[in-house]
Nanobody
Framework: QVQLEESGGGLVQAGGSLRLSCAAS????????MAWYRQAPGKQREFVAE???????NIVNSMQGRFTISRDNAKNTVYLQMSSLKPDDTAVYSC??????????WGEGTLVTVSS
């Protein structure tokens, strides 16, 4: 059974930083495509960042330079380091795992609130 458990969300002031964690079980973060998505209140869910099997990363243009995705294979955990946070970054951030065959799994999400 695949489980993805996000943590690290919370309330932070604008300009601050947070690191989100996604602890995976039943699936290897090293052998699958791991990503972060977010959904702000009243808005559609949007892609944030992905780390591929070969370790290459892809981050949405608007977040490049502020957000970094990484993984710790030994801990089977993926991270999203966020800095210079803005109120517009307020959202529920969810971790996903995508197998090479296309099957996708989602975590429950963690809420990030950025105050102005």
């Amino acid at each position: 059974q695949v489980q993805l458990e996000e943590s690290g969300g919370g309330l932070v002031q604008a300009g601050g930083s947070l690191r989100l964690s996604c602890a995976a079980s039943g699936i290897s973060v090293r052998d699958n495509f791991m990503a972060w998505y977010r959904q702000a209140p009243g808005k559609q869910r949007e892609f944030v960042a992905e780390i591929a099997i070969d370790g290459s990363t892809n981050i949405v243009n608007s977040m490049q330079g502020r957000f970094t995705i990484s993984r710790d294979n030994a801990k089977n955990t993926v991270y999203l380091q966020m800095s210079s946070l803005k109120p517009d970054d307020t959202a529920v951030y969810s971790c996903t795992a995508r197998r090479p065959d296309g099957r996708m799994y989602w975590g429950e999400g963690t809420l990030v609130t950025v105050s102005s």
